[in-house]
């Protein structure tokens, strides 16, 4: 089954990266997906899942330390604890397939995958920045291009596996809405949609990078 980029028109990420990108990056999903995994290889890949939503919690926590304006920091703080649970889920869905010992002795680092560390730094950096337009375009890049990856990966995972995807991925797309309407409602029109803009085309790059690192990187 081809992974076909119409299926992802409605993607903020697919759009900043722009179709051939795009079209490049989800040949090579369809194949790295639709590989045949046991069950030391599903909780590899669990446990990849699993440290990008890791990194997203941190990021955001981080954030809501120097926000004050309530709505910001609550909708930085929802969308943390979500992520979160999303963790968790991971956790538990590696707990099932390799079992807990395996889990707690070769995966103790919940944000760590040592060989896809340096990746995930990438964008580390970005999520620093402290300006509300970049930290929008982050959130609603970063969760666009997990939806991207989850929603291809459904048409391949195992029954159990899906019930998993299915229901963070339902969380991601409301994500990247929440950050739209607060791009809508709080940047303001003018030099912060520029820098909106910028930033989404470097992270839809710093992104791509991070996709290529996780699908050559043997996981
Ligand atoms: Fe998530
Ligand atoms: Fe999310």
Partial sequence: MDLDVSLFDDSRFVRALGPERAERLLDRCDIFFSEHRDH????????????AERH???????WMRDTAEPEVRSAYGDVAAEESRHARMWTDRMRALIGEDDVTRRYADPCGMPALAEYFR????????????TRLAYLSLVDAWSGMAYSSYLLWADPATRVTLEEILADEVAHVGLAESMIDRLVDEGYDREVLAVDEACIAGLLLEVSDGLLSSGI
């Fill in 40 to 51: 030391e290889d599903l909780a590899r890949l669990c446990a990849a899942f699993r440290a």
């Fill in 122 to 133: 990438l964008w580390d950096s970005y999520a620093t920045s402290g300006s509300l337009p």
């Fill in 56 to 62: 997203t919690v941190a990021t955001l926590r981080e």
